[in-house]
């Protein structure tokens, strides 16, 4: 009395092949065990399925019933295989058939009153069966939307007994259309118009947008640079398909997407607190789980008040910044994240924020500000291709009509991402005799001048000139960023 | 390295130091230059240490302008208006010269080791009447201000609160029999009250840099700097009414943003404008 059934689990994002056997030995003392390297949530998930499949009105088995996770070798988490236990039970015992078992993978929690739940995760699972040539999945209603999305059958299933019902022919499921969730751009998202004044901001952040750039936002607390922050997803071109399921794939895995989601069509905004620990931006755990960066992925990460981030938690996102992805070794095996974002960051200019600000006076000592200034290193703020200094606007800008809405930008910075795309604009002689003039007298570094080449070639798209003009250059050189923050 | 060591006996002792009431016994010179360099046409720039972007500017625009014509900027290697008194004689490959109030082979501060190496190679000197190897002490400061105030045939402060070291050396430069001049500020900023101060006492007002050459016997070296024109001369026009950020600029002027920027940086590589902290002065009255 063997059955056996095939379902997934994730290392990182890799779904990996997972059999679930099931074993009744006769004239035995009734008994019900889980082998295989299950977790703690695994091994529970004795008590859900036993519940389950009463709650079902089918017929637990009264045998001594082994369960084993093949390979055995690999670590198994959480709750995603209850739905295939209990259906390997099940066929087994010689409930459902075990042909028909056999032609989908099964991905679910189950409730005790035999409901299904979804786990987070369905889209790769989805996609590792779609690979490995499965008919269908089976899983919560709830995610195969999600699951549909890699291409695959998928079958929503609200409670045990329909599975069962189904898997023995008495029904039929209707497999769910994948939808492409392309949710609308303008859905409530914090709108540029809000913005008033802070022109030079806000050019900034269209540069950032179109050329995926690095922002440093740098002065006095209250000057609207994290409001200015929240604003760039709302002016990035909306997400490739391809990106859009890389994206879809990463917020399953950690759980974030909503019930009944599609395909995420926007680029993701992640804003950690500064008390997060560096596994909880970077990535990682015992069993590695995606990091703000990861959730950032193909969007923006937003750093507010930088210098009060821990210091390994601001080096740690140099890997991610330079590779675009996030490597995590642990004894059990590696696991690979991506991690290509934008990141904005914000600062003062010195500890008790007076500086920059007219009004204020600056009550920092010297020692003070540079204590302050250490805290990011050089190397952080050169990765920033764009450094802003936000001035204290006047009370008539901040009178001032609204500014222009998002979707305008956004049309502009779609336009020059398109074209940076193609063959990247050059410069013209002068241009290039400016930006060794400026190397000579500004305290430009050799990085700071790529990075500036870098943001002049951005204006140019911006402004639709095939040539990088001087006047580009010029512009480019001016966010090289106030001495203040270390910056050249 | 040269290290040297001069005696008041020496011929090549500064005699506009030995004029003062209480000369050095001996100087220690770090630095290549002949001893000849402190008799030149000294001009020491001094101010606060915590001196807002305003100091900044007007220091480093002053020593710039002077050096090109020939002054010998001296001043204290300290942070804020006497880093940027050095930095800007050193942008037009001027000679200026540091008075320290430790050891000659002491980097203090720290942060500005690096300067005083530059300082060096441009010509200059970094002088101190201590022996190497004299730690920095809070009571020696005083002294090493005798020494600038002492060295120098005028001395302009840039910014000082009101209790500020660079009023001390105002006080030496009196004695001394020296000019002194302040560079006005706002009233309403604190570290305007000492450089205000002592133009209510009768210091010379510094308005512009031909004022600091007159008072030195210089002449101005005809405009080097290519006139402005265009957008640049508009952000210009704009700025004559005081700093501005770029924003407040994109408002008066009626440029895109964008264009403001440009030409900040244009008109910031001819050194017709600083930046800091997000605002933009002038560096010239138009």
Same mark, same amino acid.
């Given at each position: 009395?063997?059955?056996?059934?095939?379902?997934?689990?994730?290392?990182?994002?890799?779904?990996?092949?997972?059999?679930?056997?099931?074993?009744?030995?006769?004239?035995?003392?009734?008994?019900?065990?889980?082998?295989?390297?299950?977790?703690?949530?695994?091994?529970?998930?004795?008590?859900?399925?036993?519940?389950?499949?009463?709650?079902?009105?089918?017929?637990?088995?009264?045998?001594?019933?082994?369960?084993?996770?093949?390979?055995?070798?690999?670590?198994?988490?959480?709750?995603?295989?209850?739905?295939?236990?209990?259906?390997?039970?099940?066929?087994?015992?010689?409930?459902?058939?075990?042909?028909?078992?056999?032609?989908?993978?099964?991905?679910?929690?189950?409730?005790?009153?035999?409901?299904?739940?979804?786990?987070?995760?369905?889209?790769?699972?989805?996609?590792?069966?779609?690979?490995?040539?499965?008919?269908?999945?089976?899983?919560?209603?709830?995610?195969?939307?999600?699951?549909?999305?890699?291409?695959?059958?998928?079958?929503?299933?609200?409670?045990?007994?329909?599975?069962?019902?189904?898997?023995?022919?008495?029904?039929?499921?209707?497999?769910?259309?994948?939808?492409?969730?392309?949710?609308?751009?303008?859905?409530?998202?914090?709108?540029?118009?809000?913005?008033?004044?802070?022109?030079?901001?806000?050019?900034?952040?269209?540069?950032?947008?179109?050329?995926?750039?690095?922002?440093?936002?740098?002065?006095?607390?209250?000057?609207?640079?994290?409001?200015?922050?929240?604003?760039?997803?709302?002016?990035?071109?909306?997400?490739?398909?391809?990106?859009?399921?890389?994206?879809?794939?990463?917020?399953?895995?950690?759980?974030?997407?909503?019930?009944?989601?599609?395909?995420?069509?926007?680029?993701?905004?992640?804003?950690?607190?500064?008390?997060?620990?560096a596994?909880?931006?970077?990535?990682?755990?015992?069993?590695?789980?995606?990091?703000?960066?990861?959730?950032?992925?193909?969007?923006?990460?937003?750093?507010?008040?930088?210098p009060e981030f821990p210091r390994p938690v601001l080096e740690a996102?140099?890997?991610?910044?330079?590779?675009?992805?996030?490597?995590?070794?642990?004894?059990?095996?590696?696991?690979?994240?991506?991690?290509?974002?934008?990141?904005?960051?914000?600062?003062?200019?010195?500890?008790?924020?007076?500086?920059?600000?007219?009004?204020?006076?600056?009550?920092?000592?010297?020692?003070?500000?540079?204590?302050?200034?250490d805290k990011v290193s050089?190397?952080l703020?050169?990765?920033?291709?764009?450094?802003?200094?936000?001035?204290?606007?006047?009370?008539?800008?901040?009178?001032?009509?609204?500014?222009?809405?998002?979707?305008?930008?956004?049309?502009?910075?779609?336009?020059?991402?398109?074209?940076?795309?193609?063959?990247?604009?050059?410069?013209?002689?002068?241009?290039?005799?400016?930006?060794?003039?400026?190397?000579?007298?500004?305290?430009?570094?050799?990085?700071?001048?790529?990075?500036?080449?870098?943001?002049?070639?951005?204006?140019?798209?911006?402004?639709?000139?095939?040539?990088?003009?001087?006047?580009?250059?010029?512009?480019?050189?001016?966010?090289?960023?106030?001495?203040?923050?270390?910056?050249? | 390295?040269?290290?040297?060591?001069?005696?008041?006996?020496?011929?090549?002792?500064?005699?506009?130091?030995?004029?003062?009431?209480?000369?050095?016994?001996?100087?220690?010179?770090?630095?290549?230059?002949?001893?000849?360099?402190?008799?030149?046409?000294?001009?020491?720039?001094?101010?606060?240490?915590?001196?807002?972007?305003?100091?900044?500017?007007?220091?480093?625009?002053?020593?710039?302008?002077?050096?090109?014509?020939?002054?010998?900027?001296?001043?204290?290697?300290?942070?804020?208006?006497?880093?940027?008194?050095?930095?800007?004689?050193?942008?037009?490959?001027?000679?200026?010269?540091?008075?320290?109030?430790?050891?000659?082979?002491?980097?203090?501060?720290?942060?500005?080791?690096?300067?005083?190496?530059?300082?060096? %190679? &441009? #010509?200059?000197?970094? $002088?101190? /009447?201590?022996?190497?190897?004299?730690?920095? !002490? *809070?009571?020696?400061?005083? =002294?090493?201000?005798?020494?600038?105030?002492?060295?120098?045939?005028?001395?302009?402060?840039?910014?000082?609160?009101?209790?500020?070291?660079?009023?001390?050396?105002?006080?030496?430069?009196?004695?001394?029999?020296?000019?002194?001049?302040?560079?006005?500020?706002?009233?309403?900023?604190?570290?305007?009250?000492?450089?205000?101060?002592?133009?209510?006492?009768?210091?010379?007002?510094?308005?512009?840099?031909?004022?600091?050459?007159?008072?030195?016997?210089?002449?101005?070296?005809?405009?080097?700097?290519?006139?402005?024109?265009?957008?640049?001369?508009?952000?210009?026009?704009?700025? %004559? &009414? #005081?700093?501005?950020? $770029?924003? /407040?600029?994109?408002?008066?002027?009626?440029? !895109? *943003?964008?264009?403001?920027? =440009?030409?900040?940086?244009?008109?910031?590589?001819?050194?017709?404008?600083?930046?800091?902290?997000?605002?933009?002065?002038?560096?010239?009255?138009?």
């Amino acid at each position: 009395m063997l059955a056996r059934s095939v379902t997934y689990t994730l290392v990182g994002l890799e779904p990996q092949r997972v059999e679930v056997e099931a074993h009744l030995r006769t004239g035995e003392t009734p008994a019900f065990s889980i082998v295989g390297l299950a977790d703690r949530a695994c091994q529970e998930a004795k008590h859900r399925v036993r519940s389950g499949v009463q709650s079902a009105l089918l017929e637990w088995p009264n045998r001594n019933i082994t369960v084993n996770l093949a390979p055995a070798a690999l670590r198994k988490e959480g709750s995603g295989f209850d739905l295939a236990i209990a259906l390997t039970v099940l066929a087994a015992s010689g409930q459902i058939p075990v042909e028909r078992l056999a032609l989908h993978v099964c991905y679910g929690e189950l409730a005790l009153d035999g409901r299904i739940r979804p786990v987070s995760g369905t889209i790769a699972v989805a996609e590792g069966a779609a690979r490995a040539g499965a008919g269908a999945v089976l899983c919560a209603a709830v995610s195969a939307p999600e699951a549909a999305l890699a291409g695959i059958d998928a079958r929503p299933v609200r409670h045990l007994a329909e599975a069962v019902a189904y898997l023995r022919g008495e029904t039929e499921i209707v497999p769910v259309e994948p939808t492409e969730g392309e949710a609308p751009h303008d859905d409530g998202r914090p709108d540029l118009r809000e913005v008033r004044g802070q022109e030079r901001g806000r050019r900034a952040l269209e540069i950032a947008a179109s050329g995926g750039h690095n922002l440093l936002l740098a002065g006095p607390p209250g000057t609207g640079k994290t409001m200015l922050a929240r604003r760039l997803p709302s002016i990035l071109p909306p997400l490739s398909r391809s990106d859009a399921l890389e994206v879809t794939r990463i917020h399953s895995v950690a759980g974030l997407l909503p019930p009944g989601a599609g395909l995420v069509g926007v680029p993701p905004f992640r804003a950690p607190h500064h008390g997060a620990s560096a596994a909880a931006v970077v990535g990682g755990g015992a069993t590695p789980r995606p990091g703000e960066v990861s959730l950032a992925h193909r969007g923006v990460l937003l750093l507010d008040e930088l210098p009060e981030f821990p210091r390994p938690v601001l080096e740690a996102l140099r890997q991610p910044l330079e590779d675009g992805l996030v490597s995590v070794a642990r004894v059990g095996g590696r696991a690979v994240f991506p991690a290509r974002f934008r990141l904005v960051g914000t600062m003062n200019l010195c500890p008790c924020g007076g500086r920059g600000d007219p009004r204020l006076d600056c009550t920092c000592t010297a020692a003070r500000v540079a204590s302050y200034r250490d805290k990011v290193s050089r190397a952080l703020i050169d990765r920033f291709d764009l450094v802003v200094a936000m001035p204290r606007p006047r009370a008539e800008e901040l009178a001032a009509p609204d500014g222009e809405e998002s979707a305008a930008v956004r049309r502009r910075v779609v336009a020059a991402a398109e074209r940076l795309a193609g063959p990247s604009p050059a410069r013209v002689p002068a241009a290039s005799e400016l930006l060794d003039r400026a190397v000579e007298r500004l305290p430009l570094s050799g990085r700071g001048r790529a990075r500036v080449a870098r943001v002049s070639r951005t204006i140019a798209a911006l402004a639709g000139s095939v040539d990088v003009l001087p006047e580009h250059v010029a512009e480019a050189l001016s966010y090289r960023g106030p001495v203040e923050v270390g910056a050249t | 390295m040269t290290v040297r060591r001069i005696t008041r006996s020496s011929t090549e002792y500064p005699p506009l130091l030995a004029q003062i009431p209480d000369p050095p016994p001996a100087l220690w010179l770090r630095g290549d230059a002949a001893p000849g360099v402190l008799c030149g046409p000294t001009l020491a720039l001094v101010g606060a240490r915590a001196c807002s972007s305003y100091g900044r500017g007007v220091a480093r625009a002053l020593a710039r302008e002077t050096a090109a014509a020939g002054a010998v900027v001296v001043s204290g290697l300290a942070r804020g208006i006497d880093g940027e008194a050095h930095r800007g004689a050193l942008e037009s490959n001027g000679v200026t010269i540091a008075v320290l109030g430790c050891g000659i082979d002491r980097d203090y501060p720290s942060a500005h080791g690096e300067l005083a190496r530059k300082i060096i %190679a &441009a #010509g200059g000197l970094v $002088v101190s /009447e201590y022996e190497p190897g004299v730690e920095p !002490a *809070p009571w020696r400061f005083p =002294a090493r201000n005798r020494i600038i105030a002492g060295l120098s045939r005028a001395t302009v402060v840039v910014e000082a609160r009101e209790r500020s070291g660079a009023l001390i050396t105002a006080d030496f430069a009196l004695e001394d029999g020296r000019e002194v001049m302040a560079v006005p500020g706002e009233i309403t900023s604190g570290l305007s009250v000492g450089t205000n101060a002592l133009l209510r006492l009768g210091a010379t007002p510094v308005t512009c840099v031909a004022d600091v050459l007159e008072a030195l016997g210089l002449e101005q070296p005809i405009a080097a700097s290519p006139a402005v024109a265009g957008d640049g001369a508009t952000v210009l026009d704009a700025l %004559a &009414a #005081g700093e501005a950020t $770029v924003d /407040e600029l994109t408002r008066t002027t009626g440029l !895109a *943003p964008a264009t403001v920027s =440009a030409a900040l940086t244009a008109l910031e590589l001819d050194g017709h404008v600083t930046s800091g902290e997000g605002a933009y002065r002038s560096t010239i009255a138009r």
